[in-house]
């Protein structure tokens, strides 16, 4: 491998693959060497396609930050497209990456692998230990292919082929380049919007699904693309001794929840709405709680650094310039 890697970051154009590039821009990695497909250009559930273009390029390193997403609604009525389309992505990026050679390689995940009711902080040992959410376990299943995939290849031909693959679990992520479909995004975008249009339209309710109670943790994008290229970048010898062969991903989050019904306040008060919130507990809840434990990735020298309300500000400023 080169001193300057080449790099391909599958899904450039989505909220965290946009992210990453920026990120390893602004460490002076040389554009040049990154390698960067649209979707039109490059359809990852194509296996074909897939190993020809591995075949070609042959990068050193490899961010899989593409993936099927959405929310509550969007894995309620889409489970097939979003167990396959996810499935074929990883199995198609890690297989063919494996037979051009590339020896690092990163998955990025989900908090969603973790049992619905799993003891709350959420510690790596707690995958596969119990029953998943059901409004997104096909995606969630798929997620925990991933890592596995990852830890397989590692233990097949890691040490005969030099590989070292991993895998990241982030928490809730927002931010710049997120998706504010108004029926298919996760819960931040889907609130800055229905706020925004609230506001604008001078209403005087805004009734969020559910009923607020659950809790969850939320994380900036660009404090997730700084972890995982921190991670990324880890000597294999100290990554190691933070994990162990079929126990290798690791959580990436900030260590504090909230409430939705807190974040609902929150998001009205970035967004300037001043009417009222009302719940539908006719809708489903999902998970009761969902905070992770990120003690790990701590100890390997990473900390989260954008405050909740820092980065919904910055996130409905985004939304203002591109979507509104």
Same mark, same amino acid.
């Given at each position: ?15 965290? =693959? %946009? *992210?990453?590039?920026?990120?390893? @821009? #602004? ?5 040049? !060497?990154?390698? &960067? ?71 990025? =995940? %989900? *908090?969603?692998?973790?049992?619905? @009711? #799993? ?5 790596? !040992?707690?995958? &596969? ?196």
């Amino acid at each position: 491998m080169s001193s300057t890697p080449k790099i391909y970051v599958a899904g450039h154009r989505g909220m965290v =693959g %946009s *992210s990453i590039v920026r990120t390893l @821009l #602004a460490a002076d990695h040389p554009a040049s !060497a990154l390698v &960067l497909r649209t979707h039109a250009e490059l359809d990852l559930c194509n296996q074909a396609q897939v190993q020809a273009f591995f075949a070609t390029e042959k990068p050193d390193q490899v961010y899989l930050a593409a993936a099927k997403v959405g929310g509550i609604h969007a894995n309620n009525t889409l489970p097939a497209d979003f167990i396959y389309q996810n499935l074929m992505m990883q199995a198609n990026v890690v297989d063919a990456a494996f037979r051009s050679g590339v020896k690092k390689l990163l998955i990025l =995940g %989900s *908090s969603c692998i973790y049992p619905r @009711l #799993a003891p709350q902080p959420m510690g790596e !040992a707690a995958l &596969l230990t119990g029953t998943l959410e059901p409004t997104n376990e096909p995606y969630a299943i798929a997620k925990i292919a991933g890592i596995k995939l990852c830890e397989s290849y590692n233990r097949q031909y890691g040490q005969s082929h030099g590989i070292d693959y991993r895998s990241v679990m982030p928490t809730n992520l927002y931010g710049p380049g997120d998706n504010y479909h108004p029926e298919n995004s996760h819960v931040i975008p889907a609130l800055i919007r229905r706020f925004h249009e609230a506001r604008v339209n001078q209403a005087p309710m805004v009734t969020i699904w559910g009923t607020g109670s659950p809790k969850r943790e939320f994380l900036y994008v660009d404090d997730m693309a700084s972890a995982s290229v921190h991670v990324m970048n880890l000597p294999q010898a100290i990554y190691s001794q933070h994990t162990s062969p079929m126990q290798s991903h690791i959580n990436v989050g900030c260590g504090q929840d909230i409430s939705i019904a807190e974040l609902a306040q929150l998001v009205g008060q970035t967004v300037g709405y001043t009417g009222a919130i009302d719940f539908d507990a006719s809708k489903p809840d999902g998970a009761p709680r969902k905070l992770m434990d990120s003690s790990r990735i701590n100890a390997l020298g990473w900390q989260a650094q954008v405050a909740l309300q820092d980065g919904l500000q910055q996130a409905y400023q985004d939304f203002l310039k591109n979507h509104a």
